[in-house]
């Protein structure tokens, strides 16, 4: 995100430690917008959640009352189990808010660290990349400054295009949550439009709590479900018209591996790794297409591969594509 930015003011002032700093800044100002507009939003919902809370109440007691009359059992019993697990629920101990503060203080470590290895990546981007062209023999530096351009724009053209694909999903969904009636429509659009920068974890999750704010809000049920179908309806547009125009198909990674690189990159490094995990992905597609060796497991990762699965032996059978031959010897009988 920062070196096309860090690369331009370089351009104008010629200092490159100064444009990093300038590129921070610029680039924290509209994150910090963000974060206040959610904040600003959450702060609103969760003020009005007391006049929800006895809503709440009010049909839980509904709930207590019919479940007592079917089971038979003695109200007085079953209002002093509830009474009982709810302040064990509510019951904040200090050991929990010691490891909150903990958590908190890591979150804040963490940032710093990805601001310094940031800043100097930057800093020593011309030396990384004399270091990798060093590697090589000099008939394939070409072919490998190649592969670096090849990958910067695929990551410029993903984080723009995921901006672009975040904004317009949150003013999509936005405007249906206003037309159905759902409060602080724009605050659940957004919130979904960001949170679907984890594929189908975060669309899940999107859904969920609108769907459920609405269950404890709504005088009707209507109003709940037609939150799901309006968020079945967005993703149907977005995987089908968005994403293929605004990403670009070498964005494109198949379901399968995306499942498996949210498994790893959720094992590895939680939710930061989850959302590292497509971007990742479509970097190594771009990387192993690069050699005849590997450029077969690229198509394996491409979306649609159930209608490529013959290319595969139509194009690739032959030695120099075969990743398995780094393991089997092949005989002259076999090539």
């Known amino acids: 995100m920062l070196k096309p930015v860090a690369a331009f003011f370089e351009g104008k002032f010629h200092n490159r430690i100064f444009s ?11 994150l910090f917008a963000v974060i206040l507009f959610f904040f600003n939003q959450a702060r609103i919902l969760f003020h009005e959640l007391s006049s929800v809370n006895e809503r709440v109440n009010y049909f839980a007691e509904q ?32 050991g929990f808010l010691q490891d909150s503060l903990l958590s908190g203080t890591t979150l804040l470590v963490n940032m710093i660290m990805v601001v310094l290895i940031t800043y100097f990546l930057l800093l020593y981007r011309t030396a990384f990349k ?11 530096r ?36 206003w037309l159905i009636g759902v409060p602080y429509p724009f605050f659940w659009g957004f919130l979904a439009g ?6 189908y974890v975060g669309t899940t999750i999107g859904v969920i709590l609108p769907f459920s704010y609405m269950l404890m809000v709504s005088d009707t049920l209507w109003q709940p ?8 309806l967005a993703q149907q547009i977005e995987g089908n018209l968005i994403t293929p125009n605004v990403m670009g198909p070498s964005i494109k990674i198949n379901p399968l591996f995306i499942i498996i690189g949210l498994f790893l990159g959720g094992y590895m490094w939680g939710v930061s790794g989850m959302i590292l995990a497509l971007p990742l992905m479509a970097i190594s597609k771009e990387v192993f297409r690069t050699f005849d060796i590997l450029e077969p497991i690229s198509y394996l990762m491409e979306d649609g591969l159930s ?22 010897k092949e005989t002259p009988e076999d090539e």
């Open 142 to 177: 070409k072919k490998l400054e190649s592969l670096f351009e090849q990958i910067q724009k695929l990551t410029k053209r993903y984080m723009v295009g995921q901006g672009l694909v975040m904004v317009l999903l949150g003013l999509l969904i936005g405007s249906g949550l």
């Open 225 to 232: 479900w037609a939150v799901v179908g309006l968020y079945i």
């Open 307 to 328: 209608r490529k699965s013959s290319i595969f032996l139509d194009r690739y059978d032959s030695t120099k594509n075969r990743f398995f031959g780094l393991f089997f």
């Open 194 to 199: 960001f949170l679907e920068i984890i594929p």
């Open 130 to 140: 004399n270091f990798f062209l060093s590697q090589v023999n000099p008939r394939s």
């Open 20 to 30: 990093i700093l300038l590129s921070f800044v610029i680039m924290v100002v509209p």
């Open 63 to 94: 709930f207590m009352d019919w479940f007592n009359q079917q089971l038979h059992i003695n109200p007085e019993a079953s209002s002093r189990w509830m009474t009982k697990n709810f302040a064990e629920a509510l019951d904040f101990s200090s």
